[in-house]
């Protein structure tokens, strides 16, 4: 059983930056996720356990930068050059294996799931 914890989230201008975390109890291929209201939770970017491997959403490529710190098996996200429509809930989540990369996008590829953390960007 891998437990996430989350954080880092907040209110934000449009314009600005910020950066969420994700601790986890073991070394994991980790993902995030994000879910604005009425919408369907949709893949943000994943990176494998050695951190060799990211991919991101297009909506977000050239913006958001994953990376990790397998010392503290933690995962992070910075985010730049917020929008309006990044507000969300960022979720955090794990997978003991590496995904297929076809899978990488999938909510079903994750065992594992963060409680989420609340992005929201002003105009």
């Known amino acids: 059983q891998v437990q996430l914890v989350e954080s880092g989230g907040g209110l934000v201008q449009a314009g600005g930056s910020l950066r969420l975390s994700c601790a986890a109890s073991?070394?994991?291929?980790m993902g995030w996720f994000r879910q604005a209201p009425g919408r369907e939770r949709e893949f943000v970017v994943a990176?494998?356990?050695?951190?060799?491997?990211?991919s991101y959403a297009d909506s977000v490529k050239g913006r958001f930068t994953i990376s990790r710190d397998n010392a503290k098996n933690t995962v992070y996200l910075q985010m730049n050059s917020l929008k309006p429509e990044d507000t969300a809930v960022y979720y955090c989540?794990?997978?003991?294996?590496?995904?297929?990369?076809?899978?990488?996008?999938?909510?079903?590829?994750?065992?594992?799931w963060g409680q989420g953390t609340q992005v929201t960007v002003s105009s």
């Open positions: 990176i494998s356990k050695s951190g060799g491997y990211t």
């Open positions: 073991g070394r994991t291929f």
């Open positions: 989540a794990a997978r003991n294996g590496e995904p297929g990369p076809a899978l990488v996008a999938s909510m079903r590829a994750y065992d594992y």
